[in-house]
């Protein structure tokens, strides 16, 4: 297992530049770097003394974590999936990519600008009033007249005088006592039985008895009766009117005068001018695929040779990229040979020499 795990942290310090491979196999090899003080030989010691320190980092992080066996499907994010013996892989983030998309922006909105065009004027004169008409009464006087006329000093009346009541006597004869019938005592022989038998009694009429009286009866009672008394008048002399006083009204003109006066031409206004909208083209970046992490077949010291090496170098001679000396090392110029396959291929660019690159050169 600490076999195991030593090879695999290995080929991934490896895997962090594709150029430290070389570093790598130099320092294993111990005699392959000269100290010629050369730029290439100063360049592999700074990248080993790197890989040094990588290693370094991976080793405490292989003691913080268990070291998974290739047959383990706890989790296949952290193995290669379908992995085969002598394959090395590392995990490569794959950054995402963008597409630049051209836009019409509105830089600024389409508006409306009012312009004022003022009023004009003339010079001229006017007529103006400086006291407008008005009325006036005037009083005309009445005349008068002297006139002689009778004047009633006192008014008709009227007097009522009384006459007095008329009598005259008159005589008549008026009944005393009226005629009636009384039984007297009558004479002839008596035969008297006793004091109370033997009386004679006769029926006879007594006539009515009458005296004359003189009386004074009302002729016509009092009455009264109304005299005229005719008015009292006296002749005067006095003053009458002879026409009323009335008014009359008197119109006053109005008063005017001539000034020097500006006169208006043309009133203000406004006009309104359309301003159209500003726009830009503006240029932004929208992502076409977004950034992942895969795992990226490579070669390393495991499975990297010498020999392979060099293939890879007359390949990329014959494709037309220098990788300078064909020498069977991983040098700064045979990873810009590979880097700029890459480009032309559309194949992916990255510090490492993966398998995709290897396959493509036509190496097996």
Same mark, same amino acid.
Do not use: H
């Given at each position: 297992?600490?076999r195991?795990s030593?090879?695999?942290?290995?080929?991934?310090?490896?895997?962090?530049?594709?150029s430290?491979?070389?570093a790598?196999?130099?320092v294993?090899?111990?005699?392959l770097?000269?100290?010629?003080?050369?730029a290439?030989?100063?360049?592999?010691?700074s990248?080993a003394s790197?890989?040094?320190?990588?290693?370094?980092?991976?080793?405490?992080?292989?003691?913080r974590l268990?070291?998974?066996?290739?047959s383990?499907?706890?989790?296949?994010?952290?193995?290669?999936?379908?992995?085969?013996?002598?394959?090395?892989f590392t995990?490569i983030?794959i950054?995402?990519?963008?597409?630049?998309?051209n836009?019409?922006?509105?830089?600024e909105?389409?508006?409306?600008?009012?312009?004022?065009?003022?009023?004009?004027f003339?010079q001229g004169s006017?007529?103006?009033?400086?006291?407008?008409?008005?009325?006036?009464?005037?009083?005309?006087?009445?005349?008068?007249?002297?006139?002689?006329?009778?004047?009633?000093?006192?008014p008709?009346?009227?007097?009522?005088?009384?006459?007095?009541?008329?009598?005259?006597?008159?005589?008549?004869?008026?009944?005393?006592?009226?005629?009636?019938?009384?039984?007297?005592?009558g004479?002839?022989?008596?035969?008297?039985i006793?004091?109370?038998?033997?009386e004679i009694?006769?029926?006879?009429?007594?006539?009515? !008895?009458?005296?004359?009286?003189?009386?004074r009866?009302l002729?016509?009672?009092? !009455?009264?009766?109304?005299?005229?008394?005719?008015?009292?008048?006296?002749?005067?002399?006095?003053?009458?009117?002879?026409?009323?006083?009335?008014?009359?009204?008197?119109t006053?003109?109005?008063k005017?005068?001539t000034?020097?006066? !500006?006169?208006?031409a043309?009133?203000?206004?406004?006009r309104?001018?359309?301003?159209?909208?500003?726009?830009?083209?503006?240029a932004?970046q929208?992502?076409a695929?977004?950034?992942?992490?895969e795992?990226?077949?490579?070669?390393?010291?495991?499975?990297?040779t010498?020999?392979?090496?060099?293939?890879i170098?007359?390949?990329?001679?014959?494709?037309?990229?220098?990788?300078?000396?064909?020498?069977?090392?991983?040098?700064?110029?045979?990873?810009?040979?590979?880097n700029?396959?890459?480009?032309?291929?559309g194949?992916?660019?990255d510090?490492?020499?993966?398998?995709?690159?290897?396959?493509?050169?036509?190496?097996?």
């Amino acid at each position: 297992m600490q076999r195991f795990s030593s090879r695999l942290f290995t080929a991934a310090s490896c895997a962090v530049l594709v150029s430290a491979l070389s570093a790598c196999s130099t320092v294993s090899d111990k005699g392959l770097i000269s100290d010629s003080g050369s730029a290439d030989a100063i360049a592999l010691k700074s990248r080993a003394s790197e890989l040094d320190a990588r290693e370094r980092a991976l080793a405490a992080k292989e003691a913080r974590l268990a070291i998974i066996p290739a047959s383990s499907k706890a989790d296949s994010s952290l193995t290669p999936p379908n992995a085969k013996p002598g394959q090395c892989f590392t995990k490569i983030i794959i950054p995402a990519k963008y597409r630049t998309i051209n836009e019409r922006q509105v830089v600024e909105e389409a508006g409306q600008r009012i312009e004022v065009i003022p009023a004009s004027f003339k010079q001229g004169s006017k007529r103006v009033l400086v006291s407008e008409a008005t009325e006036k009464l005037e009083v005309v006087p009445a005349t008068y007249k002297t006139v002689r006329e009778r004047v009633m000093v006192k008014p008709a009346s009227t007097k009522l005088i009384q006459v007095p009541a008329q009598y005259e006597t008159v005589t008549s004869r008026i009944m005393v006592s009226p005629a009636r019938k009384e039984w007297k005592k009558g004479t002839g022989p008596i035969q008297r039985i006793d004091n109370d038998t033997g009386e004679i009694m006769c029926l006879v009429d007594v006539p009515a !008895t009458y005296k004359t009286v003189s009386k004074r009866v009302l002729k016509s009672p009092a !009455t009264t009766r109304s005299v005229e008394i005719p008015a009292e008048y006296n002749t005067v002399t006095r003053q009458v009117v002879a026409t009323a006083a009335t008014t009359r009204t008197v119109t006053i003109p109005a008063k005017y005068k001539t000034i020097s006066v !500006t006169e208006q031409a043309s009133p203000a206004s406004q006009r309104v001018i359309e301003i159209p909208a500003k726009y830009k083209n503006v240029a932004r970046q929208e992502i076409a695929s977004p950034s992942r992490v895969e795992w990226r077949e490579i070669l390393c010291d495991t499975n990297l040779t010498s020999g392979k090496i060099t293939e890879i170098q007359r390949a990329l001679k014959s494709a037309g990229y220098n990788p300078g000396p064909i020498d069977g090392t991983i040098g700064s110029d045979t990873m810009s040979a590979v880097n700029a396959f890459q480009r032309a291929k559309g194949l992916p660019v990255d510090e490492y020499l993966n398998m995709s690159t290897v396959r493509a050169l036509g190496v097996q």
